[in-house]
Each structure stands twice: as C-alpha cells, then as structure tokens.
C-alpha cells in the first residue's frame, strides 16, 4: 500500500495550541463541504445515488391528528436547521453549500388509503417505493416527508433524509424537536427549545480550518500505518458469489445475550479496565477470523463524532467510521486477544481526518466489508401530545456491508442484530454466525487463557453430531444434549419458559431436571456401510423400464410419465458406485395411487388458497404449475388441486398474481407442483408477465429434477433470455435442484449447473431421505459435498413421505437423526448447510434431536403464522415413528 495522491483542502493556517471554538462566522461567498459530506458526494456520483445513503424516519401515530400543527412542526424544524434546506451546487469543480431561505418550509405530502381493500399491504408498498426513491442533491430538497391516512385516528408519518444533512443521531434529535414544535403549534405557545449557538456550515468552515497542513498529515501517515499490509477484503463463507452489481437488499437476524452472561461481559471488562465495546469487539474479531481464516482484520465502527457542546443539538452530517485493525497472529489466548482490541480502539486519538476520507489515501482502496455499531445510551423516547406514537422500521432491508453488526444495551442484557445482504447469505448461515457470537463471548468469560483458534465454536447441532465414537462421552453428551440445543436457541433465564407442547409448557430449570433425569438414549448412532448388500427384508424390483411391465394408458391415466426414466439416467446410476442402494428404487402399486395416506401433506387441510396455488408459509407462495411430475419413484397429491390433464395451472393467473400482490409477507414464489421445467419456455414466460411487477417479490424459484433426467432441457435458447428478464427485474432467479443421492449428478448436470451460475442464477437442493435408497451418510455426505463443489447449498433433507404400502419411503425418526449425524460428521464447515425436516400440513418441522428424555423434539422451521416459527416442541418418541402424526401428543 502506498500514499498516491493527498487531499486537497482549501483552508487557512490551523491555530497552534488549544482547540479553536466552533464559532457562528462571517463565512465566505461558497462554503465547503465538511469532509464526510465530501466523501458522500463522491460516492453518490459514482454510483448514482443509492438507497444506502438514506435515514428513515417511520412514526405510526394513532389518536387525534392535528395535521396543521404537524405541518407547523416540520417548518420550524428546516427553519431551525439550515442543514435541512441545503442543497449542493459546484462551480470550477469543486461542490459547495447552497443554503436555502428559512421560510422555504417543508411540504408534507397527504396520502389516503382507507379506501384500500389492504391497508396494511398498501402501507407497505408505499414505504417501500419512498425508501428506495433516491435524491437529486443539486435541485434538493434532501428531506422528504409523507403522511399516510389508514383510519381516522391512525396515520403513518414518514421522513427520510440524505445523509448528506443527517446520521443516527440527527434522527434522534428530529424527533425529539419535531415533539416539542408540534406541542407548541397545538397549543399556541412558542416552543422551548434552545436557540442553536452555530449551524452546520460553521462547523464544516471550522473543520476545514483546523484539519490543515501539519495536522491533516499527521493524521493520514497514522491511517496509513494503520491499514498497511492488511487484507483489502474479508473473506467471508458466502452461500452465493458476490454480484457483478451491488446488491443493497438486506435482513437481519435479531438476538439477545441473557442477563447473566451480560453481566459476566461486564465484570471482565472491569477486570481488564476496558469498555463493554471493546469485549464484545474482541468477541466478534474472534468469529470473524475463524470464518474467514485470516489472522489481521480490519473492523469498521462508526463514532457519532460530536465531541464538542456546541454541535450537540445539530442536525448535520458528523458520523465517521473508524477502522479499527485487530491482530490475532501467534494463536494469542482470549486474554491477550481482548488486549490487543484495548490497543486497537485506545489508537484512535488521531480520528479527526474521516476513515472515509483517509481512504482516498490508499492504492489499492479499502473496500468495508464488516462494520460494529454499539449503542450504550439509546435515545429517549418521546411522546406527542394526544398521539400513541410506534416507531416503525422503514430502512431496516438495506445491508450496505457485508455483515454489519449492531449492539445495544437495554436494561441488563446485551441485544443486538445482525444485518446480511441477502445476495450473499441465506438466513440459517448468519443464524449460524450469531451463534458462534454468543458461544465466543461466553469462553472470553468462562476462560480468558484459552488459544483463539482453539476455542470451540460449534452450533449444538455440530457439537453433537461431531462426537467421535467414544461410548462414555457420547452418553454424557446424550444427558445434556437437548439442554445444549435450547441454549444454543437462546439463553434463557431459569423460570424462562423453554418448550411448549400440547397445553403444557416446561420452564430451563423444569427442561434441565427432566432431562438429566432421565435414561440415556439405548441405542448409538450406528451409519451402515455403502454399498451393502440387499438387506434380508429387501423387495427387489427394477426400474419401470424393466420387468415390470405398464401400459401407456395405465401410466398417463396415473399421471406418470414414464419417458422420464431413461436409460441415459439408469446408466449414469449403475456408473456411478452406488447401484447395489439405488437398484432399490420402487414404483408405488396402482392400489398405493387410491390410498389416503400422507404421500404429501402441501395439498392437504387448509393450506389451499384456489386451484394451483397454496400460501403455506409466510414468505412463500407455492405455485402449482402441472401434475407431470419428473419422479421416478413417486406419486403426488399435488394433481388433486390441479387436475389429472393439467398441463399448467388455473386459465386465470392473474388471480394468483393478485392474491400474492395483497400479501406483502410473500417475498418468493416457487414453482412447483411436479416439475415446472417440462413446460415450454413460452409458458414459464405468460407466468412471469404476473409475477415479475409485484415488487415485494425478491426471488423466483423453479423446483426441478431435470438437471438429473434431462439436463438438455437447458440447451433451450429461450432459457437464459428467461433468466435474464427475471434479473432485470430486479429479482433473483433460482433453481432449486432436487439430486437425491450422488448418482444422480452426472457430468453434463455439473456442466449446466456451472453454466448457469456464470449467468447469475442461483441454486438450492433439497434431498429426500429414502429408505434402502440413500439412507447412509457417506453418500448423502458425498452428494452435499458435490453439490458444495458446483455452488449448490444443499438446505433441506426431507424426511420421506410416507406412503402405505410403499416400503421404500419409510424411514423412521430415529434412523433419520442418526443420519444427520453421520452426514455432520463426514462435512465440515460451511458445507453444513442442511437442516433435517419434515414437511407436515402444519408447515415444515425441523428434527432437532431424540432426547434422553425418550422425546423427539423439533421446532417450526416454516409455518404460515410467524409467531410459530422457531418454537420448539416435543412428542414422546415411537419406535419405527415416521412422521409428525405417528408421534402419542401426550
């Protein structure tokens, strides 16, 4: 890294000495901007303008409106601030401040929607289209306000600002000065607020003076030294690859750190003499370096920079973000790690040259790819008079980092949120990360002298399944194992309430007693060798090619295709070293296609909104695009909804476009129901003219098993430009593979595969669990591996349906968690990216583990109630239990 241009900062001799006041001066005929508005207009022109350079604002208020004196308020405050009525002009290439007249006011826009058939879902699109509109920052202005009118009493007031003219704390002044302006405009007083000493053009003069000559070039030898030879990206496990373009689109996975561990987390900052900050910096450079397996990072952190009383009441633009570079080179114990963050942040005396601006330095440039907020003193809550006022949260799907990490204090516990793009990262592997978080922070408590790559960080899942096969730890393990899960869930307190079943509930303490009372499990997991032989209780039959003779009308009349079993497959399994499992492949009997047994739950109870579509879950829809299935094996209920002579879903799609348009929780489709692909492209294409305007749509997935059958399917022409509309329009497309067993993934499947991710397509796998077909963790552990290898995420093993009659689905419970086990321990890392579930009408249920206690406990892993997602539950276990149904509720 080397210095390759300096900063060209027009300003006179600093004082020498003391610190200059911030003073309300003559100023000159163009005032400079300060130097984070500096670096912000730069960027903004680079790109653009970005969604990521706003602050929201989001107010439901409910109660009495008076909307004249909310209309007074909101001119008092761009009155009072001349930062909220500034635009930015340039002249010889320079930008400057242009600083508009006090009485310029600020428009509040009215909108009605009680007229809407879903106010709530109206609302939402309307946040949604204000937060990504951007700004003109020359023509201004650089606040906007909206007004929306839901019931009488009930409106949603929204402000966003650029934050060219704001931060964090900007917004929590607003606030708390748009309060008290809009009591005093209702009672017809003036308002008490304090008169401000200077505006934020006195402090970006002030700031422009004092960072010059020497001391500009003090600071920046110091950001130099400070990010030299360090990695210019962490490197990061991401489930997909990063994007040619900038992707924006974020979640976030919310989590609390229980009271004792918090206070443990203080008493060792006490003891070292440090801030909580900084311990809780320490414990998150420690999961970073383990994933990404770098020994020097760079942490980024935002200070809010208002060190000086007179800027305490500006709204203004004084957030900078220091980079804090945590060295962890020479395995240093916990101990010496939290030191060495103590050294990282108590470096920072030299911070008034913006991180920021201090990049320009550099050759080749930082790139920011995690940041840590904390939040010790979070703002006071304010009331407006006759209003019950909610804050609501309008930009929180916007990740401008690739984690960004944010912490807070409430009370006497640690919460934080853990924000992810969502092109980079599904949900279950930042669940994952803020795991190792809290088991991080809990060794730095627990012992401080352990080594930093030898800290155990597993999930409970991980550190169960990794036992090695030793009888006395195993049972040990098995004593403590479901306590283990809950706690990995969340730390709770004793008396907190931790499972809930049936009308009954369990609190920690009641769990832990059960459980350690109770026997271990009898029976070790024990994984079969590949390749056995037939088992003695073994039905052989051959493939429906085979001996087994169907007529043409027998297989159309089932809705079977039989040209979909071809030989070109049936060799690539018996090439493939698993013939003696997977010549076990069955065909259920024309009996099995009458009987009502579970094949599968999706198109049963409730869970059918019209013919050929289903909202099962609550960010899913499932739509139902044919009954030509592409199994081999299998028979699907799925024709019931649409029609043994289906060939594509309801003659009105537009119904289905419409309904997902009033559900805004609905955020992907996936297009299933057999196998969508055995459609032409021209028909996939008539489905996408409905569903790619609903805007609250961020994927399109296609469920299918043709990569295996017919991967020429994908030699059409017509596909990319498909795949390409779905991209454009702002949505990913994804394909969601379903190889069951290593196999099945032949070297022209791997060659599509890979052509397609070269053209931005994403990809998932789900897995059925087949008895007698796939039941053993070495080729199940060999088909995630693969599917890893071509930058598939395997996220499903299913637990195979039952079927009467129908042998080879039956799998039981316990065999099933024995085989997650044995697939855990044949992976390794981010290769673990699988969850165990079965899919019930309820909605799909993940198998956590059968307890000492002779339970099998599961959690909601889907449900179309949200509330239920994430609880956990448990049934007595059943020797030979298949399915949710066949588990006693007792």
Known sequence: MRLTRTIQINATEAARGAVPPIEALPRPSRVPLSLPQQRLWFLSHRKGGSKVDLIYVGLRLRGELDEAALQSALDGLVARHEVLRTTFAVEDGEPFQRIGPADIGLPLKPGDLTAAADVEATLAELMRFEGQAVFDLEAGPLIRTRLARLAEDDHMLLIIMHRMVSDGRSREILICELSELYAAAREGRADRLRPLPVQ?????????????????????????????????????????????????????????????????????????????????????????????????????????????????????????????????????????????????????????????????????????????????????????????????????????????????????????????????????????????????????????????????????????????????????????????????????????????????????????ARVTAAAPLVCPPQAPPANSAPRPDTTVMNFIEGPRVVTEGELQASSIMRYHVTKSYREQITNSGYYEQLKYIVEPSFQEFESPGNLDTSGELDNTVFPGFQHKYAQTGLVMATDRCASYCRYCLRKRLVGKDSDEIAADFAQIGQYIRGHPEITNVLITGGDPLVLSTAKLDKMLDHLLPIRHLDSIRFGTKTLAYQPKRFEDPALPALFKRIDEAGKAAVIVTHFDHIGEISVEAEHKIRSLRAQGVQFLNQTVLLAKVNDDPEILAATFAKCHQMGIRPYYLFQARPVKGASHFQVSLRRGIEIARGINQRLSGIQKTFKYIMSHHTGKIEVLDLGADGRIYMRYHQNKSPEKIGKIFSRPHLEGACWLDDLPEG
């Open 200 to 512: 934020y053009a006195d402090y970006a003069i002030w700031q422009r003076r004092r960072l010059a000559k020497e001391l500009l070039q003090r600071q920046s030898e110091y950001w130099l030294r400070m990010l030299d030879c360090t990695p210019e990206v962490l490197e990061l496990p991401t489930d997909r690859p990063r994007p040619a373009q900038p992707d924006y689109s974020g979640s976030y996975v919310e989590f609390v750190l229980h009271e004792r561990l918090s206070a443990q987390l203080k008493e060792l900052s006490q003891r070292y003499g440090t801030t909580l900050f900084v311990t809780l910096l320490a414990g998150w450079a420690l999961v970073l370096a383990r994933l990404s397996g770098q020994n020097e990072l760079v942490i980024d952190t935002p200070r809010a920079n208002r060190t000086r009383s007179e800027i305490e009441g500006l709204i203004g633009c004084f957030v900078r973000t220091l980079a804090l570079r945590i060295d962890l080179s020479g395995d240093p114990t916990l101990e010496t790690l939290l030191e060495r963050a103590i050294a990282a942040d108590g470096a920072q005396d030299d911070q008034d040259l913006p991180f920021e601006q201090a990049v320009e330095l550099m050759d080749p440039p930082h790139k920011p790819g995690v940041i840590l907020t904390w939040q010790n003193n979070p703002g006071e809550s304010v009331e407006l008079p006759g209003l019950e006022l909610e804050y609501v949260g309008v930009g929180d799907r916007v990740a401008q980092h690739d984690l960004a990490l944010n912490l807070s204090e409430v009370g006497e516990t640690i919460c934080g949120r853990l924000i992810y793009p969502t092109s980079l990262f599904e949900r279950s592997t930042v669940e994952r990360f803020v795991s190792y978080l809290q088991q991080a922070l809990s060794q730095m408590a627990a012992d401080p002298g352990q080594r930093v790559w030898s800290v155990p960080l597993l999930l409970a899942e991980e550190r169960r399944f990794a036992v090695e096969s030793n009888p006395a730890e195993e049972a040990c393990l098995q004593d403590r194992w479901v306590h283990e899960l809950l706690g990995a869930q969340t730390e709770r307190d004793p008396k907190t309430i931790a499972v809930v079943y049936k009308d009954q509930s369990l609190s920690d303490g009641e769990l832990e």
